[in-house]
């Protein structure tokens, strides 16, 4: 059995595997349970191997490519159109084996167990921040309904909600005091456990000589920095910056036909996530770009003045992510004055 070019359809527990040889010949199908599968791979001569990039799939192609072989992460969606019949985990399988040896296919970059750490340390901290978020709305909410009205900002709550408990004028009940003081001392473990989070990614901040040249752009702080570093891993992974910028989801949605080109609202795909940071960091910089003489505030301003703030902040981000990309493939030291106009 020669197995060339290997597809695998991975799940929690079972896997379905489809080998071709060279000739593009059906050498092997079989199924396999997930304590068998790294002792198969383990003896199996080294081949091309591909996965979908989905849950799990970075720890499998680590694994395998520790045992020799080349393992290339396909986006689901790049693979679907290879499925030829109805859906199942073995045509699943031939369809990712037929797809990985598609000479203009694109791959999904293999993480490394430190980008992955760091990754988790960003969507811990995202699930935290999504909790603190219902929670203040909950309580404000709960509070209306005695007449009681918080403005919107988290300030406020954490500085107004004391104020409300020992205030004795108002409808609150003794229950309900003891009740919406219980609510206050979770905001308050809610924020010590953000706060602990923020300095963790502070520190690999610090610590990586990348992810400071990366902190010295405009917008991008310890949070965006730490999550495209661990997000990008290599530069090489794009040939240039708008290849990042799209993966980002930062350049227009195009629907073109018949010579017509026909440019829509930015994409959205990739990571909402690292997109959503590097949108609120340009919104920060646009802000106080307002008087400033220096190059990139001019540019800034005049940006603003012609597409309004909401597109300014989108184009400052794909703006930010090009410099990004160019600073992790060049290894040089960030300067504004040099690309403003860039």
Not at 152 to 160: F, V
Not at 220 to 229: K, R, S, Y
Request: hydrophobic share 40%; aromatic share 6%.
């Amino acid at each position: 059995m020669n197995i060339t070019t290997l597809g695998i359809d991975i799940a929690k527990n079972v896997f379905h595997l489809h080998g071709t040889d060279q000739h593009g010949k059906v050498v092997l199908r079989k199924r396999l349970r997930r304590e068998q599968l790294l002792t198969f791979m383990q003896n199996l001569p080294a081949c091309l191997v591909g996965m979908e990039a989905c849950g799990g799939a970075h720890y499998w192609a680590r694994k395998f490519q520790s045992y020799g072989h080349t393992v290339k992460l396909m986006a689901p969606q790049y693979v679907k159109p290879y499925v030829k019949t109805n859906k199942n985990d073995y045509n699943d399988a031939e369809a990712i084996n037929e797809a990985v040896g598609r000479p203009t296919m694109r791959f999904v970059g293999i993480k490394a167990l430190w980008q992955q750490d760091i990754q988790t340390l960003h969507r811990t901290r995202s699930r935290l921040m999504q909790t603190r978020t219902a929670l203040v709305n909950q309580i404000r909410g709960l509070l209306m309904e005695y007449g009681i009205v918080i403005p919107r900002q988290i300030g406020q709550l954490r500085r107004g909600l004391p104020l409300v408990l020992e205030d004795t004028g108002n409808e609150l009940s003794a229950d309900m005091r003891s009740l919406f003081a219980e609510l206050y001392e979770e905001l308050k473990g809610l924020d010590e456990r953000i706060n602990e989070q923020d300095k963790r990614i502070t520190a690999i901040h610090r610590a990586s000589e990348l992810s400071r040249r990366l902190g010295e752009v405009e917008g991008i702080g310890p949070l965006t920095a730490t999550a495209f570093v661990s997000a990008i891993g290599e530069a090489n992974i794009f040939k240039r910056g708008r290849d990042c910028s799209a993966w980002l989801g930062l350049v227009p949605r195009q629907y073109s036909t018949g010579g017509k080109t026909v440019l829509g609202s930015i994409s959205k795909r990739g990571d909402r996530y690292l997109r959503t940071n590097l949108i609120h960091g340009a919104r920060s910089v646009i802000s106080k770009a307002e008087g400033r003489t220096d190059p990139r505030s001019r540019w800034i301003q005049q940006l603003k003045s012609r597409v309004g703030m909401n597109k300014a902040c989108v184009a400052l981000a794909n703006k930010n992510a090009r410099i990004l990309w160019a600073l992790m493939a060049s290894g040089e030291q960030y300067r504004a004055n040099e690309t403003a106009n860039a």
